[in-house]
């Protein structure tokens, strides 16, 4: 379960769009960071994406992906053009009649394919007509669903709502979240709906599955983003944006991650329940500007755990270790930060009072510095994406080495046994 906003020019401090999106997907379901680049086709050329095999585009632009290890497509991404989306899972009344282009693949595609955030709203469009949207979207066992998209670009947003094999979309007056359910009514601007009697057709109204949206908290989440960045609007920065990633509402230290049945806080922790088996296993935030184009990705579980760090198209990728698997792969950065977090979790409000005010510090730097970089020449770029990483890495190490010579056990049975199932099935060293 998962939550996307963004802010337009008119709304933040820089001018820039910022998009950001908390990636929440299963416990063990390892999110990689992996940047791909510009390439060619020939006529005819097809690509297999997660379930089926579709036609390949002429040119697929250079992108930097957040993505479950196992999928084909992505929960978060931008390109070298500025154009960034995040998506959600979404819950309609259609059930799909093949395996198509789930919603992990739309979010690929549309970044890939498009240079505006207008034309990665007809990629995903075309697709979700041509081809569907059926097929698992889950690491473990059969679980299908829609998909809701937010898609931005240097100058605009559009919000897009996928149900079955129909679709429409939105634009973005200023700053908006979206969640896990449908928020388009008959006030959308394009759609594969066609008008009846000069009206046009409620897509909420025709699609939601209102109970599904419930269990999931999808509404209450996506209000508090939206309050938060109006309370903000005209000076929203990225520090903001990471803020609103890591809320867990007005008063944090009530936040009890066992007990609460039902997932309505943004910066997402698994608890024993069967609604919230999912995690912030990722999260980014984009900076697209004229000025050039600038990520910042976790690459790391638990937002409000982790330090975001910048990535730039145009200097080489920092070392993030070996790609991450479903089970701990020994040198993959993902799962090293695993063995701070699972640790942290046991006394939650202590221990990310203390992780959070030495990556605070680390952020607050790289924060700072950052506008200048983003214009700065390649050398300079490489040099702060590479002390930016090690840095905070340097901080996760120590983190790591004190909790494991700390004893810090969880004392609520049920999420206790929670984690030993999950921490068993990853075979995660104790």
Request: charged share 25%; hydrophobic share 40%; with cysteine.
């Amino acid at each position: 379960m998962c939550d996307t906003f963004v802010a337009l020019s008119n709304s933040t401090a820089s001018g820039s769009v910022y998009l950001a999106k908390s990636a929440d997907t299963e416990v063990n379901e390892a999110e990689y960071v992996v940047r791909y680049p510009r390439r060619e086709y020939g006529d005819g050329a097809m690509v297999r994406i997660t379930h089926r095999v579709v036609p390949q585009a002429r040119v697929t632009h250079q992108t930097i992906l957040g993505r479950s290890f196992w999928a084909w497509g992505a929960e978060i991404g931008c390109n070298s053009h500025g154009v960034a989306a995040g998506n959600e899972a979404a819950f309609s009344n259609q059930a799909p009649d093949e395996d198509g282009t789930c919603c992990l693949d739309l979010l690929r595609l549309a970044i890939e394919r498009a240079t505006t955030a207008s034309e990665a709203v007809d990629v995903i469009g075309h697709h979700v007509e041509t081809f569907g949207q059926g097929g698992n979207c889950q690491m473990m066992g059969n679980f299908w669903f829609d998909s809701g998209l937010l898609v931005a670009d240097t100058h605009e947003a559009y919000v897009v709502n996928c149900a079955g094999r129909h679709w429409a979309s939105r634009k973005v007056e200023d700053v908006m979240s979206i969640s896990n359910r449908f928020q388009i009514t008959d006030d959308w601007e394009r759609s594969s709906l066609v008008p009846e009697n000069g009206a046009k057709p409620n897509f909420r109204a025709r699609f939601a599955d209102e109970k599904r949206e419930q269990e999931v908290a999808a509404y209450e989440r996506e209000c508090r983003a939206l309050q938060l960045l109006r309370a903000r609007k005209g000076s929203i920065t990225v520090k903001d944006m990471a803020d609103i990633l890591r809320d867990v509402g007005e008063n944090p230290e009530a936040y009890n991650i066992p007990d609460d049945d039902r997932p309505t806080h943004i910066c997402m922790h698994a608890g024993p329940h069967d609604s919230r088996f999912w995690h912030a296993t990722g999260a980014m935030i984009s900076d697209a500007s004229e000025d050039g184009v600038l990520v910042w990705m976790t690459a790391t579980s638990a937002t409000d755990l982790s330090a975001f760090k910048p990535l730039f198209f145009d200097v080489p990728m920092p070392d993030i270790g070996l790609p991450p698997q479903g089970t701990y792969v020994e040198g993959s950065l993902w799962w090293k930060h695993e063995r701070l977090h699972r640790r942290a979790v046991a006394d939650y409000h202590t221990l990310k009072r203390e992780i959070r005010a030495d990556f605070d510090t680390l952020e607050s730097e790289f924060f700072t510095e950052a506008p200048a970089v983003k214009t700065a020449p390649r050398e300079i770029k490489a040099e702060f994406v590479d002390d930016c990483w090690r840095r905070a890495e340097d901080v996760t190490d120590r983190w790591i080495d004190k909790l494991e010579k700390s004893n810090h056990f969880i004392g609520h049975a049920a999420y206790r046994a929670m984690w030993e199932r999950f921490n068993r099935e990853a075979s995660f060293p104790g």
